[in-house]
Every structure is written in C-alpha cells, then in structure tokens.
C-alpha cells in the first residue's frame, strides 16, 4: 500500500503561483503513477495532471496546460503541481492520487486510481 499527504495549499490572490507537494509512504519501491485531482464545491472531482513512475510521460487536462507543471522526485518520494496565474475558478480541494503504472496510457478517472491522500485547500481571491 500507499499513503499520500499532501502540502503546499493556501489563501492566494488571483495571479499567484503555488506549488503542492504530494509525499508518498508506505510501498514507494513498487511503480506507481501519480496525478492530481480537484474538486471544487458543489462540482464533481475533475482530473488535473497525471506523471508516470519514471516521470518521462506526463498528462494534463486542458484547463492545466500552459498553467501547471506536474514533477516528480522519486528519490524524495514526492510529486509536485507547479500552478501559475491562478484563478478564482481554481479554487478547490486538490488531492493526489496513485495507481499502478502498467506503462500503459496514464488515467484521469477518479476510479482509475487506489490510493488516494486527504486534500490540501487551495482558495484563490479575486
């Protein structure tokens, strides 16, 4: 198994930039893909970006590109989302999620993915 934390969100102003931090524990000796999700109230969890184990094949949603960069240290256990000009729009509960890479195609359905972290908050003010 896996455990995932996550860390780095925050009260923002429209414009900023955050980074989040997702720590891996637990089985990080086994291939697990990685990606973020979001959900913002009232809305259903939506994909974000995905990065493969080796971190040489990354996916991002449309609404990310350009904007995030997703990253990964395996000797540090961690995976990053570098977010820019943030929104108010990008105001959300943004959790990390894992599951096994197969080295087939990287998923954005939420039941894609085992493992899953609490949440970090992320409020962007106008």
């Known amino acids: 198994q896996v455990q995932l934390v996550e860390s780095g969100g925050g009260l923002v102003q429209a414009g900023a930039s955050l980074r989040l931090s997702c720590a891996a524990s637990?089985?990080?000796?086994?291939?697990?893909?990685k990606a973020w999700f979001r959900q913002a109230p009232g809305k259903e969890r939506e994909f974000v970006a995905a990065i493969s184990w080796t971190g040489t094949t990354t996916y991002y949603a449309d609404s990310a590109k350009g904007r995030c960069t997703i990253s990964s240290d395996n000797a540090a256990n961690t995976v990053y989302l570098q977010m820019n000009s943030l929104k108010s729009e990008d105001t959300a509960v943004y959790t990390c999620?894992?599951?096994?890479?197969?080295?087939?195609?990287?998923?954005?359905?939420?039941?894609?993915?085992?493992?899953w972290g609490r949440g970090t908050q992320v409020t962007v003010s106008s």
């Open positions: 637990g089985r990080t000796d086994r291939p697990y893909a």
């Open positions: 999620a894992a599951k096994w890479d197969a080295g087939t195609r990287l998923g954005i359905l939420p039941n894609q993915y085992t493992y």
